[in-house]
């Protein structure tokens, strides 16, 4: 099996800083994209940033320039670093991994994996 683990989040005053992990772990064969979404309360779960498996990056436009997301492939694990957190960054926060893992009749087609979340509070 495969599991996603984040860490990382908390209460954070305005204008401060977090820095969230996403570890990966199972019969992993390759991970391809890796990226964190986000859901406030009462809306829909959005894209924060993305990660390629050869460093690509994609962001919300919203959060260039605060938040950079970065990945190590060896140790299976994605960060994301947020800066100047704002009260609307207020979310639990998910990491995402299109991931092909090995099972007993070999390798199996790409499929998406979700971590449980973790919640981010920016508040004063």
């Known amino acids: 099996q495969v599991q996603l683990v984040e860490s990382g989040g908390g209460l954070v005053q305005p204008g401060g800083s977090l820095r969230l992990s996403c570890a990966a772990s199972g019969d992993i064969f390759s991970i391809n994209l890796m990226g964190w979404f986000r859901q406030a309360p009462e809306k829909e779960r959005e894209l924060v940033a993305a990660i390629t498996s050869a460093g690509a990056t994609n962001y919300a436009d919203s959060l260039k320039g605060r938040f950079t997301i970065s990945r190590d492939n060896g140790a299976k694990t994605m960060t994301l670093q947020m800066n100047n957190l704002k009260p609307e960054d207020t979310a639990v926060y998910y990491c995402?991994?299109?991931?092909?893992?090995?099972?007993?009749?070999?390798?199996?087609?790409?499929?998406?994996?979700w971590g449980q979340g973790t919640r981010v509070t920016v508040s004063s």
């Open positions: 995402n991994a299109k991931i092909r893992r090995r099972s007993g009749i070999g390798v199996l087609p790409e499929s998406d994996y």
